[in-house]
């Protein structure tokens, strides 16, 4: 499968951004699909990851509250809608898939797409 983030921008502290994440190639369905986060040389930031049918999501404590993460398999997109965005959120966003459990790890997933950068500014 193949994935690729959109929606990022630049934005002012307190704004809210909807990124998606379209994928190709293969049964969306089949997938859990994880959000995560990179900024500068830090590692990479597991978000929040959902199920293949939707049906189970989980957070990280960080974002819990403020990021919802949904999909919609007849599109073949999922989405994390961000919310109270704050500087430090700035990052550019991954989506990844997997077809096993919706972990919380980087190496949960085996496919990534390219990110979106989200600048939030104070």
């Known amino acids: 499968v193949q994935l690729q983030a959109s929606g990022g921008g630049l934005v002012q502290a307190g704004d809210s951004v909807l990124l998606s994440c379209s994928a190709s190639?293969?049964?969306?369905?089949?997938?859990?699909i994880g959000w995560f986060r990179q900024a500068g040389e830090n590692e990479r930031e597991f978000l929040a990851t959902?199920?293949?049918?939707?049906?189970?999501?989980d957070y990280a404590e960080s974002v819990k509250g403020r990021f919802t993460i949904s999909r919609d398999n007849t599109k073949n997109t999922a989405y994390l809608q961000m919310n109270n965005l704050k500087v430090e959120d700035t990052a550019v966003y991954y989506c990844?898939?997997?077809?096993?459990?919706?972990?919380?790890?980087?190496?949960?997933?085996?496919?990534w797409g390219q990110g979106t950068q989200v600048t939030v500014s104070s």
């Open positions: 990844a898939a997997d077809m096993l459990d919706a972990g919380v790890e980087v190496g949960d997933y085996d496919h």
């Open positions: 190639g293969d049964t969306f369905d089949s997938y859990a």
């Open positions: 959902i199920s293949w049918g939707g049906g189970r999501a």
